[in-house]
């Protein structure tokens, strides 16, 4: 940047909530002024909640400046873990491990169902916006493999009717979401 008045502040003020950056602010205070880099996970997952669930590079670049950290830093991050959306997807991510452990025990399978149940491939999200799958990496529940994640909860030891009953249950608690909020507007 050759502007040297330029409040790197600004950015992210404009594209976020004052809440929100209340909350970045709060992560950078705990951590040592010279340590600029550890708030950028949590700064990453306040802005990703505030943006439709996915990150974009205008995003990214916003939280680098912020932090006062190098862009590439946060790009870093964001591509690393798998809870960071670069691209828009559904109101429900279901992230499928298909690590060695799950792999072994069906994870394919698993991915296929999905593919087949919500007519949608890997990377893709459903017509209706609902739902995304995708691959990750290990999740650390190597013991109930195969397993998936759905927007923060786990679901172990799967079957197809387990994951068919998993893909009802979501539809029928954002349904009843959809109702209560009806009804309070």
Excluded at 24 to 31: L, Q, R, S, T, V
Excluded at 82 to 99: A, R, T, Y
Excluded at 154 to 178: A, C, F, G, H, P
Aim: aromatic share 8%.
């Amino acid at each position: 940047m050759t502007d040297f008045n330029y409040d790197k502040s600004l950015h992210l003020k404009k594209l976020l909530p004052k809440d929100a950056i209340d909350k970045i602010d709060n992560w950078i205070g705990k951590y040592p002024a010279d340590r600029k880099r550890p708030p950028i996970i949590a700064a990453l997952t306040i802005a990703q909640e505030h943006n439709g669930n996915y990150l974009t590079e205008d995003l990214m670049q916003a939280v680098a400046e912020y932090l006062d950290v190098p862009h590439i830093a946060v790009y870093e991050v964001a591509t690393f873990y798998s809870m960071f959306h670069l691209n828009e997807v559904g109101e429900f991510v279901i992230s499928v491990c298909n690590n060695i452990s799950c792999s072994m025990r069906g994870a394919n399978k698993v991915i296929e169902h999905l593919q087949n149940r919500l007519n949608i491939k890997v990377g893709e999200t459903t017509g209706d916006g609902l739902f995304t799958i995708k691959t990750v990496e290990c999740m650390a529940a190597c013991g109930g493999a195969p397993m998936l994640e759905v927007n923060k909860v786990y679901y172990e030891n799967l079957t197809e009717e387990k994951i068919d009953q998993i893909i009802s249950d979501v539809t029928m608690l954002r349904s009843k979401k959809s109702k209560s909020t009806e009804v309070k507007k």
